[in-house]
């Protein structure tokens, strides 16, 4: 089982559409999350962290679900400049340094 | 602040020869992560180094893989002999871990070395 899995889409939808994306990973002791984004040929770069409590930062909202492992991204009024990778991103309370990526999930907003 | 620095952004080498990845990171980050990306595996983190002292280097894929960072500045990765399955974009990130716990804030990567072995 990988340590972070996505599904890696892709998720297609018209502009203005709400859309959400789910994460899970296996290491219980992990204590930091992350939302990245990457554009195509480019690096990855932060979007947001992940907070206990979730937080929101202008149409995206991150949500973290501890009992079951997993954490989620929901953009609302989708951009076409939306268009992207998203990648999960877990570290650890035993291995504190280790950051580990999921593949990735791809969306495309459309006009 | 420049950012994570990569070189070269691209590299075209034949087989069995010698590629050698560099990275400088930012300026006061002490941890450093070395990381491949294909379409088949995404993005894989091959070792990454705490106050220059590499920490895990098990994903690593197999002795032909090495990598060092001689001071706080500058790490480098090196395929002898490459093989055409080593193609792939190479990414070089940096962080610096804060808070009680030590853990790390958000890693800033690179552009990216992108290598074609044939």
């Known amino acids: 089982r990988k340590e972070v899995e996505q599904d890696p889409g892709p998720f297609n939808v018209p502009e203005g559409a709400t859309v959400a994306f789910n994460c899970t990973y296996s290491?219980?002791?992990?204590?930091?999350f992350f939302w990245y984004r990457q554009d195509c040929r480019k690096e990855p770069k932060l979007l947001m962290s992940?907070?206990?409590s979730g937080n929101e930062d202008g149409r995206f909202t991150a949500q973290l679900n501890r009992a079951s492992q997993y954490i989620s991204l929901l953009i609302r009024d989708s951009k076409l400049s939306d268009s992207a990778t998203y990648l999960c991103v877990v570290n650890g309370r035993d291995s504190s340094y280790k950051l580990i990526f999921g593949s990735g999930t791809r969306l495309l907003v459309r006009p | 602040d420049a950012g994570v620095i990569q070189s070269p952004r691209h590299e075209v080498t034949e087989m069995g020869q010698e590629v050698t990845l560099r990275c400088k990171p930012i300026s006061g980050h002490n941890s450093l992560f070395w990381y491949r990306q294909t379409m088949m595996r995404g993005l894989e983190l091959l070792i990454y180094f705490n106050n220059n002292v590499p920490i895990d280097d098990s994903g690593m894929p197999e002795d032909r893989f090495s990598a060092k960072m001689p001071n706080a500045s500058f790490s480098t990765l090196k395929i002898q002999p490459s093989e055409p399955r080593d193609s792939a974009v190479y990414f070089c990130?940096?962080?610096?871990?804060?808070?009680?716990?030590?853990?790390?804030?958000?890693?800033?990567f690179g552009q990216g070395t992108r290598l074609t072995v044939v």
């Open positions: 290491n219980s002791a992990s204590q930091s």
């Open positions: 990130a940096s962080s610096s871990p804060t808070g009680l716990q030590g853990l790390n804030t958000e890693a800033f």
């Open positions: 992940v907070y206990s």
